[in-house]
């Protein structure tokens, strides 16, 4: 069955940016509903629970602030459903559980969001070896974590967020590992002094870490185990280390969710959606606000969702007001894009057994010969299984220096039902712009 929902504003992603998009452009009188494939709101950060986050370091007070705003705004919540198509300008199409839903919108705000980017190194793949912020997200769904020993490692500011988390709730973490130097740290330091928000959070988790090794310039270079993982393999400044575990928590920082942007036709940039400081687009009717124009946390979602809400409802002058605010968060994005870059030495972690894309079983030896993300997709079933390329596209991007050339509907995998249902009415389309005949 479809069902066809009909917005001024319609707005994709329901996490900070999101939600922040749709209370403005709500509040200004503007008929607005947010789409978002989880159950709930909240997105990564507050996932789903912004009414039960307590005020701490995360600005977790600032998120039943927004859910109950939300609430009070009169924007339509549509959960549980995923955009996969655009069959025309200015109409979406999404799944659900058991429906296809066509929305039509007069605006649009992309706020897709972004995932951790992982790295292939032997034994990536074992059960328990699992991203930092997927390991966070697990424990809390439920996963007992209480006594077990998790090392995490990688790269990014969310390593310390899913440690100083896991420790609370009652892991023991033998060391924390940062491929990033000392030297980057210490400048990414001294880029906090003019932000005393930013400063106070990393002195709580200072607070909260205290006591566990946090090592720069280390990684994994290596993850054992018979069924699951038991150990890690260490690369730390001045030798190798193994270290006994029961899950090693890994990300080598986010990257934007572009999928979406790329298939509407958004301007990609260095890595980003390229937006001006309203948060449009190169496209007339479309905005863009979160992690795809910068991964830059919470404030810089919150902030360039609020942009992106008004300028959609036309109040640009209200967003103005907002400026000085999204010019800092979107240094702070710069930052933290130069402090975690990848060091040229993780492009060795691979071995030639090791799998790159876990959907197909594709070993890297086989991802070697070719030239282009393009060739190797044809040639090796690279990035064409589940994921469609969204955990080895960024690490073939890194290794390779590939570049993910086009990006096709469904951008999500769909239901067969749907995509019969879609080529019916085209087929009906052609058939009456053609008079009725076939
Ligand atoms: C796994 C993970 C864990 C994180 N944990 C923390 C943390 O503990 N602390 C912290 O400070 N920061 C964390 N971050 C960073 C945090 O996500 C950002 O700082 C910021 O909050 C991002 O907000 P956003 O609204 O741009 O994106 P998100 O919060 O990612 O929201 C985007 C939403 O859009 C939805 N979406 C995307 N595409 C579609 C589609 N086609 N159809 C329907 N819905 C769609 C996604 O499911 C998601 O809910 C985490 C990031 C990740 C990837």
């Known amino acids: 069955m479809v069902l066809t929902q009909r917005f001024d504003i319609l707005v994709i992603g329901g996490g900070p940016a999101g939600m922040a998009a749709a209370v403005r452009a709500a509040e200004c009188g503007a008929r607005v509903g947010v789409v978002d494939d989880n159950p709930k709101l909240g997105g990564q950060i507050w996932r789903g629970e912004p009414d039960q986050q307590g005020s701490n370091q995360d600005g977790k007070s600032e998120a039943a602030q927004w859910a109950d705003r939300f609430r009070r705004s009169g924007a339509a919540m549509l959960c549980g459903i995923r955009v996969f198509h655009q069959p025309q300008e200015g109409i979406l199409l999404a799944e659900g559980t058991d429906d296809l839903v066509e929305l039509r919108y007069g605006k649009l705000v992309l706020a897709t969001g972004a995932r951790e980017r992982f790295l292939p190194f032997p034994g990536w793949t074992l059960p328990n070896v699992m991203g930092a912020g997927g390991l966070q997200a697990m424990v809390k769904s439920g996963l007992p974590i209480r006594g077990k020993r998790v090392v995490v490692a990688g790269t990014g500011p969310l390593l310390l967020a899913v440690a100083a988390y896991l420790r609370k709730h009652g892991a023991d973490i033998p060391m924390i590992c940062e491929q990033a130097s000392w030297s980057s740290l210490a400048a990414f330091a001294v880029s906090l002094a003019g932000q005393p928000r930013k400063l106070m959070q990393a002195l709580q988790l200072k607070r909260e870490l205290a006591g566990i090794p946090f090592i720069p310039s280390s990684w994994p270079v290596a993850a054992y185990g018979l069924r699951t993982l038991e150990k890690v393999t260490l690369a730390l400044p001045s030798r190798t280390e193994t270290i006994p575990c029961d899950y090693l928590a890994c990300g080598f920082h986010l990257v934007p969710n572009l999928e979406l942007p790329l298939l509407l036709g958004c301007q990609v940039d260095n890595g980003y959606v390229t937006v001006d400081e309203f948060q449009r687009t190169n496209l007339p009717q479309i905005f863009c606000a979160g992690e795809p124009t910068g991964i830059g946390g919470l404030e810089l979602a919150l902030v360039g969702g609020q942009i992106a809400g008004l300028a959609a409802a036309n109040q640009t002058s209200t967003a103005q007001g907002l400026f000085r605010q999204q010019k800092k968060a979107r240094r702070f994005a710069q930052a933290l894009d130069r402090t975690f870059q990848l060091r040229p030495e993780l492009q060795a972690l691979p071995q030639?057994?090791?799998?790159?894309?876990?959907?197909?079983?594709?070993?890297?030896?086989?991802?070697?010969?070719?030239?282009?993300?393009?060739?190797?997709?044809?040639?090796?079933?690279?990035?064409?299984?589940?994921?469609?390329?969204?955990?080895?596209?960024?690490?073939?991007?890194?290794?390779?220096?590939?570049?993910?050339?086009?990006?096709?509907?469904?951008?999500?995998?769909?239901?067969?039902?749907?995509?019969?249902?879609?080529?019916?009415?085209?087929?009906?389309?052609?058939?009456?712009?053609?008079?009725?005949?076939?």
């Open 352 to 438: 030639p057994e090791t799998i790159v894309c876990r959907c197909e079983d594709v070993p890297y030896s086989h991802l070697r010969p070719h030239g282009s993300w393009r060739a190797a997709k044809l040639q090796s079933r690279c990035g064409m299984g589940p994921c469609q390329g969204r955990i080895c596209g960024p690490a073939t991007q890194f290794l390779m220096n590939w570049n993910p050339d086009s990006v096709r509907p469904p951008v999500f995998p769909a239901r067969v039902e749907s995509l019969a249902t879609i080529a019916e009415s085209s087929e009906q389309v052609c058939s009456q712009a053609m008079g009725g005949e076939r």
